[in-house]
């Protein structure tokens, strides 16, 4: 299971933050992710013997078969 920033999401903030720097800004915000996704390997939680609720399944944004 992990549960962190959405990754594309990341990159794009990321080079907007990278083109403030190079036109010279200081003094700039420490940014927080907008938007947050749970994602479940659900082939590894088999291969480690564990059971997954599917409560978890029902609420996960992306679940790896």
């Keep these: ?3 962190g920033e959405n990754a ?3 990159w794009r903030r990321v080079g907007v933050y990278v083109g403030r720097v190079l036109k ?3 003094n ?3 940014e927080q992710a ?3 996704e749970f994602v479940i390997n659900v082939q590894t939680a088999r291969i480690l013997d564990l059971a997954i609720p599917s409560g978890l399944l029902a609420i996960a ?3 790896i078969e």
Excluded: I, T
């Design 1 to 3: 299971m992990s549960y």
């Design 8 to 10: 594309a999401d990341q």
């Design 24 to 26: 010279g800004e200081r």
């Design 28 to 30: 700039l915000p420490v």
């Design 34 to 36: 907008a938007r947050f």
């Design 61 to 63: 944004n992306e679940v």
